[in-house]
């Protein structure tokens, strides 16, 4: 550690205290952070898997682990590295497996695919954006305000109120330029909207951003979930502190008790705000309940001397009183270069403005790394066009390649996101939007009338889904033709497994109950056996009731059972609620124990059957539909009590809702059979060969066996064929980093990257040649040789908006960050004329920079 300055040493070594570390831009923060996981994994202080280090960003996720496992080898594959969003996707996954109320099989939607979801309810006149931003809202309140019951409707009912009363002014902002009926409106039913949106989101089995923490949130107030999670960690950092939002923040204190807590950041780079983050409160509430070592760093390698002690003296002029709280010397310059001092130049219009950005840009070595950076997405749009008609005057040599980084949300592209549908299509056979993407854009002879025909309520009461067109069964005999026979033929086995807890891959089976269904509804043969685990049931005691002691008393070897119960249910239909947990963790069982693969006939899942015929119930779990129905048994979490109550909920269905629609469902697959029968056969290989081939060889397969090639061939849409050679080759390194993923792994770990990539640069052109003009919101973490910050004029930077609201605060922070993106040279620029020619006066946040600025 002899690389590292007394405070970056003292972060590193610090293993029995929590931290507060106040870390501005470019002070090693990164790199100190991976020292000291490589230090704690080197002292035992922790294993690998009892690390959890969170930021906000893809891009820094990565920087993170590869410093880390450069430093501790593949010891440190274990420590878990990943965005907030990211760790809240695998709560929900892995708690997925026993919990009803969520999906195993769930797709996180994008803002494309949520705000199509959303259009049926969009108030005239609102922008798609902007009514998915009020619906995260409220979403976001219903869980910080807790309005947790099983009725969700008055959960939002209340939200909705409350908001209006307690927030009214940032509620009637998002109806800015409308009627105030449709205010009136949203404040009236507006709670029927977010119920009807969450229910659509369930039937595709989807969870959009907001979701993510929402859920998880609502889970960790389940004691044991909460402690199952919390238990897991030793030492937990969590970066970018400052752009927490109030509730990210209350998820992550949940799991801090207990735990070795390092939170760091910095609060003038406190740019989003507008998202609901609230530094000062995360950190006064962080050093009240958990009294850390407060650590600051002083030293910056990043910037010149110039560059600097100019950012600095604008903080300490824009925020003098805080610059005393958070530093007791003076931070310094770690480099003895001095270097140059800022320039600022005028221009007398936007147009001279960027001749001049272009004219110095082309000074410059073509090695360098230069960024161009505005406010907002308007002035970067006018910039790439101004310097495109610049380059139009120049030999090809000495031209300079320019790129909007907005332009390149690479995977929000369209024919990105309609391969990418087939992929969500494997993992998730409900997703019924990325069905509808790939047959209206791939698939001929199926038109918008017949996908609305298959969606009707007419069709759902018949239990079925567009999705199911798409599976070839349904082309041999409708969807429930084999849960009929199999009653009748006395072939189904209701069944139902209790476990040492959630991960399918790691822990036991401790019971197994099943019992055959007579034709005539009664129970027949029984099979009920506990097994000894090779591990204590720990926690998951509170959830089943049995003891270790219980288990070394009327347990069974491993072996012998999971061997009797596979001869069980040979050849028979399976039946359970939330079954795909039960057969995924008795298939895993069987190949620890070398016994081969179950043996079923079919499966049916109860969650999934009252999931299609009764979608508007508040929940589906077991003893929900138990009190609801008249089937007159509870069930327990005793895995005997469980069946009986599933069974006869499976009786209950057949007799009131399957067998009074199947002549109906097999005259409607007969009339669509053709029309899909294709794109069945197509999907039916895919879904073979995701067993054995990468998700680079299915995508060549789409391309050139499904006729995705051909469509844009015959259309001459010759780039967007690009742009999916691009997503191949993103596939490839994916593949080569992750090498023991299997190919169902590859596909999560992708559509999960292609989700939360959302507002970064993309990866793709970290190596490019070309200059990107950027936001400064999506500049921050980057850093260039040379910056050009262009656009300082009052009403541009800061934004009119907020000069309007007199909310100048976050602009200066906004400034600052933008100012500390250089690490040699910084010009910045302003025009004196707006784009209509009127006169406009400099951002006075200009006032800020130092006396050796040079004024052109």
Known sequence: MEQLNEAQQRVVTTLDKNILLLASAGTGKTNTLAHRVAHILRSGAAKGDEILCMT?????????????????????????????????????QEESKRNDT????????????????????LPIGMREPVFMNLISHVKEYRSLWGYYTDEPSEDYRMTVDRLFIDERETMERFFNGLTMSTLADFREIGYETLVAYEEALANVHGVDFTDLITQVHR??????????????????????????????????????????????????????????????????DYKREFNPEVIVFYENYRANRQLFNASFAVLKR?????????????????????????????????WKEGAYIFDTIQTLPKNASIGVLVRGNKQAQYLSGLFSRCNDNLPPAEQRQFMIIDEYKFFRRQEIKDVM????????????????????????????????????????????????????????SEPYDGLLKGLAAGNIIVYDVESTGTDTTKDEIIQIAAFKLNPDGSEGEVFERFIRPSKSVGDSELVHGFSDVYLAEHGEEATTVLAEFKEFTNNAIIVGHNVNYDISIFTSELHRHNLGDPQFAGVYDTLDIY???????????????????????????????????????????????????????????????????????????????????????????????????????????????????????????????????AGREYLQRMLEQAALTAGEPDQRLKNSERIPIITVHQAKGSEFDYVFLAGLRDGVFPSF????????????????????????????????????GKPCKASEFLQYLPNDVVWE
């Not at 508040?618 to 327990?636: D, M, Q, R, V, W």
């Open 102 to 121: 969520l999906y195993m099989d769930m797709s996180i939607y994008d803002e494309v695919d949520c705000q199509e979801l959303l259009a049926p309810w």
């Open 611 to 741: 999931r299609r015929f009764y979608p508007r119930l508040a929940n589906h779990k077991l003893g929900f539909l138990s009190e609801t129905f008249p089937i007159h048994y509870t069930p327990t979490h005793n895995a005997m009590d469980d069946i009986r109550a599933t069974a006869r909920l499976l009786l209950y269905a057949i007799k009131e809702n399957i067998e009074p629609t199947a002549d109906q469902r097999r005259a409607l697959i007969s009339n669509f059979k053709n029309a899909f029968a294709t794109m069945a056969s197509q999907m039916a290989t895919l879904r073979r060969k995701i067993a054995t081939d990468k998700p680079s060889e299915l995508l060549a397969y789409i391309m050139n066996d499904m006729g995705v090639l051909v469509h844009y061939n015959e259309r001459k849409e010759h780039e967007r064929v690009e742009y999916i050679r691009d997503l191949y080759r993103l596939m490839v390194d994916l593949e080569g980093q992750d090498k023991h993923l």
């Open 219 to 284: 889970l960790f107030q389940d004691e044991t979930i909460r402690e199952r999670w919390r238990s897991r960690y030793a030492y937990i950092s969590v970066d970018e502190m400052q752009d927490t939002s109030d509730l990210e923040a209350e998820v992550m204190k949940l799991l801090w008790q207990g735990n070795h807590i390092l939170l760091c950041g910095d609060y003038f780079q406190t740019i989003y705000e507008w998202r609901g983050s609230n530094p000062e409160r995360l950190l006064a």
């Open 56 to 92: 906000f960003t893809n891009k820094a996720c990565r920087e993170m682990k590869d410093r880390i496992l450069t430093m501790a080898g593949s010891v440190a594959k274990a420590v878990e590295v990943s965005t907030f969003h990211s760790f809240c996707y695998k709560v929900l």
């Open 801 to 836: 908006l907020a000069l309007k609201e007199g909310k100048l605060s976050e602009e200066r922070r906004l400034f600052y960050v933008a100012i500390t993106r250089a690490k040699q040279r910084l010009f910045i620029s302003y025009a004196t004329t707006n784009e209509r």
């Open 318 to 350: 824009m925020f003098p009183r805080l610059i005393d709280e958070f530093y007791e010397k003076t931070p310094f310059a770690a480099t003895n270069e001095e270097g140059e001092p800022i320039i600022v130049h005028k221009s007398p219009t936007e």
């Open 421 to 476: 549908a087939y992929f969500k299509l494997l993992l998730n056979p409900h997703d019924a939007i990325s069905a509808k993407r790939i047959i209206k854009r791939y698939v001929k002879g199926i038109g918008e009338a017949r996908i609305q025909q298959i969606e009707s309520e007419a069709v759902r009461t018949m239990g079925l889904r567009l999705t199911d067109f798409l599976d070839m069964q349904i082309f041999e």
